[in-house]
């Protein structure tokens, strides 16, 4: 069964940064796109950044600027670098994966979630 392994999640003050990895397991494949959503409590998740397997990359508003989403191919890994942190950055960020098998309909393999916070 394909699995996502999110790492670097954390405690950082406003202002700083952090970068998030997300390793999709090799029995994923047909990878259409990887990305970050983030919830904060009370609020629904939201799209941080995505990026296609062609290398296209789509924003959330709340993030543009500040955040970069990158890709390793080679690696089926994902990452977010987050530079300019603000307290509302402060959410449990989840790695996704669109697949679309061949012959099939798309779906989406979600990691376990990793923990951000900015303290102010």
């Known amino acids: 069964q394909g699995q996502l392994v999110e790492s670097g999640g954390g405690l950082v003050q406003a202002g700083g940064s952090l970068r998030l990895s997300c390793t999709a397991s090799?029995?994923?494949?047909?990878?259409?796109?990887m990305g970050w959503y983030r919830q904060a409590p009370g609020k629904q998740r939201e799209v941080v950044a995505v990026i296609t397997s062609g290398g296209n990359t789509n924003y959330g508003d709340p993030v543009k600027g500040r955040f970069t989403i990158s890709r390793d191919n080679a690696k089926n890994t994902v990452y977010l670098q987050m530079n300019s942190l603000k307290h509302e950055d402060t959410a449990i960020y989840y790695c996704n994966c669109n697949v679309r098998p061949e012959g099939s309909i798309s779906f989406s393999y979600w990691g376990q979630g990793t923990q951000v916070t900015v303290s102010s």
């Open positions: 090799e029995r994923i494949r047909s990878i259409i796109s």
